[in-house]
């Protein structure tokens, strides 16, 4: 539908406007539901007002306007009668402006509104706030392919508070490590997909992250399992929430793990079939090798291949957690030296563990958390038939070359992964678990307490996941 000023519809809701607010919160509904009512389709637009969902991931919806004069300008929205959210707010010029809306799941009937005020800066002042009807929408259908997850326990109060989404990938086909038909997901704390991006081609994306600058994702398409050609297809793309690549960085050999240094380098494990290194691309630069496991290994009695499941920098040594389920070991590696400087697990030369039942095999995410300490996602057993994931987090005795656990959870839990997996130490002192093949990810304090909990339903390879706190971070 063309375009209608709203500066009308603002206007005459402004007599709406009650007299006692908190300025600090998103105000209440000062506009009725009026408007163009399109029927079965439950769309129902004020007058003065567009809206359009994205053609890929239609749960990203674009709100459209005429701003008759210069303001500030924001778009309130809500479903499910939950409290109203609301975009940026952000200074606009008269003429046609826009806002997207983030966070709405798919298949969810949404209400919005157009806020304005005449302020020149870009923060709202109440008084002079005014809005126009409530429209009414729904988001896109629900991808036939895409997994569906089932919120299993969900306790606000005790939850990492900064954590309101969860960045992920899961792969559409069941039986762990097989197959590949990747979904990069985000998750809302109700265990509903609020956005959504296939990887195409069957390409694998199992390593999510976000940029070190904090605006843009980062995800792995990798070649090495779904064309069998060494990864010698493997890209690492950027790109904002809506989808649009900021940048694609061939990474050959990449079949795992990958992670970026401040300056944009993408550091990643470039296996062949027997041997792998680590290597690095500065921006614009070209692939240089950092480390070779296959000597490495010679060295330590090694009897297994290489191959690794997860790569950490550790910003403030510059060193690399570098781990190999291939051997059952995890190497810390100088970035500038590539020395190797300490290992762990059941290569020759290992620290011993305290308790010995606590050693580790086929470990996944390892981390060093803000205390120093070593955190991972291990089979509960050496070799164990099966396959019990826990969680297990050692201080390091350097004197005398000895993990001794501190804290561990997952056992008798009977949840059970046959590969991937990892922990991460959150702000708030809690533990995310991932359980890899298990499809499953939870979050327990450090009492025990499981305080979240997410199941996809069968043996699904979950890749990488990690929280995010505002979604518009990754905005356009």
């Given at each position: 539908?063309?375009?209608?000023?709203?500066?009308?519809?603002?206007?005459?809701?402004?007599?709406?406007?009650?007299?006692?607010?908190?300025?600090?919160?998103?105000?209440?509904?000062?506009?009725?539901?009026?408007?163009?009512?399109?029927?079965?389709?439950?769309?129902?637009?004020?007058?003065?007002?567009?809206?359009?969902?994205?053609?890929?991931?239609?749960?990203?919806?674009?709100?459209?306007?005429?701003?008759?004069?210069?303001?500030?300008?924001?778009?309130?929205?809500?479903?499910?009668?939950?409290?109203?959210?609301?975009?940026?707010?952000?200074?606009?010029?008269?003429?046609?402006?826009?806002?997207?809306?983030?966070?709405?799941?798919?298949?969810?009937?949404?209400?919005?509104?157009?806020?304005?005020?005449?302020?020149?800066?870009?923060?709202?002042?109440?008084?002079?706030?005014?809005?126009?009807?409530?429209?009414?929408?729904?988001?896109?259908?629900?991808?036939?392919?895409?997994?569906?997850?089932?919120?299993?326990?969900?306790?606000?109060?005790?939850?990492?508070?900064?954590?309101?989404?969860?960045?992920?990938?899961?792969?559409?086909?069941?039986?762990?490590?097989?197959?590949?038909?990747?979904?990069?997901?985000?998750?809302?704390?109700?265990?509903?997909?609020?956005?959504?991006?296939?990887?195409?081609?069957?390409?694998?994306?199992?390593?999510?992250?976000?940029?070190?600058?904090?605006?843009?994702?980062?995800?792995?398409?990798?070649?090495?399992?779904?064309?069998?050609?060494?990864?010698?297809?493997?890209?690492?793309?950027?790109?904002?929430?809506?989808?649009?690549?900021?940048?694609?960085?061939?990474?050959?050999?990449?079949?795992?793990?990958?992670?970026?240094?401040?300056?944009?380098?993408?550091?990643?494990?470039?296996?062949?079939?027997?041997?792998?290194?680590?290597?690095?691309?500065?921006?614009?630069?070209?692939?240089?090798?950092?480390?070779?496991?296959?000597?490495?290994?010679?060295?330590?009695?090694?009897?297994?291949?290489?191959?690794?499941?997860?790569?950490?920098?550790?910003?403030?040594?510059?060193?690399?957690?570098?781990?190999?389920?291939?051997?059952?070991?995890?190497?810390?590696?100088?970035?500038?030296?590539?020395?190797?400087?300490?290992?762990?697990?059941?290569?020759?030369?290992?620290?011993?563990?305290?308790?010995?039942?606590?050693?580790?095999?086929?470990?996944?995410?390892?981390?060093?958390?803000?205390?120093?300490?070593?955190?991972?996602?291990?089979?509960?057993?050496?070799?164990?038939?099966?396959?019990?994931?826990?969680?297990?987090?050692?201080s390091l005795d350097e004197d005398n070359r000895v993990l001794?656990?501190?804290?561990?959870?997952?056992?008798?839990?009977?949840?059970?992964?046959?590969?991937?997996?990892?922990?991460?130490?959150?702000?708030?002192?809690?533990?995310?678990?991932?359980?890899?093949?298990?499809?499953?990810?939870?979050?327990?304090?450090?009492?025990?307490?499981?305080?979240?909990?997410?199941?996809?339903?069968?043996?699904?390879?979950l890749g990488r996941t990690v929280f995010l706190d505002d979604?518009?971070?990754?905005?356009?």
């Amino acid at each position: 539908m063309p375009h209608v000023p709203v500066l009308a519809a603002l206007v005459l809701l402004a007599a709406c406007r009650p007299e006692d607010h908190d300025s600090t919160l998103v105000p209440g509904d000062s506009g009725a539901e009026t408007g163009l009512d399109t029927g079965d389709s439950g769309l129902v637009l004020p007058e003065g007002l567009d809206v359009a969902l994205d053609e890929t991931i239609p749960t990203l919806v674009t709100v459209s306007w005429e701003q008759d004069v210069a303001g500030t300008a924001w778009v309130e929205y809500r479903f499910d009668d939950e409290d109203w959210m609301h975009t940026p707010y952000r200074a606009v010029e008269a003429g046609p402006a826009s806002a997207l809306l983030l966070g709405i799941p798919y298949e969810t009937t949404f209400e919005f509104r157009v806020a304005s005020d005449d302020s020149p800066d870009e923060t709202p002042d109440e008084a002079n706030t005014v809005r126009t009807g409530t429209g009414r929408a729904v988001t896109g259908d629900w991808p036939e392919s895409l997994p569906e997850p089932t919120l299993l326990v969900h306790e606000p109060d005790a939850e990492e508070p900064t954590g309101r989404y969860l960045l992920g990938s899961i792969n559409a086909f069941t039986g762990g490590w097989t197959g590949g038909r990747y979904w990069k997901f985000i998750l809302d704390r109700k265990g509903r997909v609020v956005w959504a991006l296939e990887t195409p081609d069957n390409h694998w994306s199992i390593y999510l992250r976000v940029a070190r600058d904090g605006t843009e994702i980062l995800y792995d398409e990798a070649t090495w399992w779904s064309d069998m050609d060494q990864g010698a297809g493997s890209k690492v793309h950027r790109i904002k929430i809506d989808g649009s690549e900021v940048e694609v960085v061939d990474t050959p050999g990449l079949h795992h793990a990958f992670t970026e240094l401040d300056d944009g380098t993408l550091v990643w494990g470039a296996a062949s079939w027997t041997d792998e290194n680590l290597v690095q691309r500065p921006p614009g630069g070209e692939v240089e090798t950092i480390w070779n496991c296959g000597a490495w290994q010679d060295q330590h009695g090694a009897t297994r291949d290489c191959q690794s499941n997860s790569l950490w920098w550790n910003e403030k040594d510059d060193t690399f957690l570098y781990s190999f389920y291939s051997s059952g070991t995890v190497a810390e590696i100088d970035h500038q030296t590539g020395e190797t400087l300490r290992w762990w697990g059941n290569l020759e030369g290992s620290w011993d563990f305290d308790p010995a039942d606590s050693l580790f095999w086929w470990q996944h995410g390892v981390t060093f958390t803000d205390e120093g300490t070593l955190l991972l996602s291990t089979y509960r057993e050496h070799e164990a038939e099966d396959n019990e994931l826990v969680v297990r987090e050692y201080s390091l005795d350097e004197d005398n070359r000895v993990l001794h656990q501190v804290w561990t959870f997952g056992e008798g839990e009977g949840i059970f992964g046959s590969t991937a997996g990892e922990a991460h130490r959150l702000p708030g002192g809690n533990t995310l678990h991932n359980y890899g093949s298990d499809s499953r990810v939870r979050e327990i304090t450090p009492e025990g307490e499981v305080v979240w909990d997410v199941d996809w339903e069968g043996s699904r390879l979950l890749g990488r996941t990690v929280f995010l706190d505002d979604l518009y971070d990754f905005a356009p």
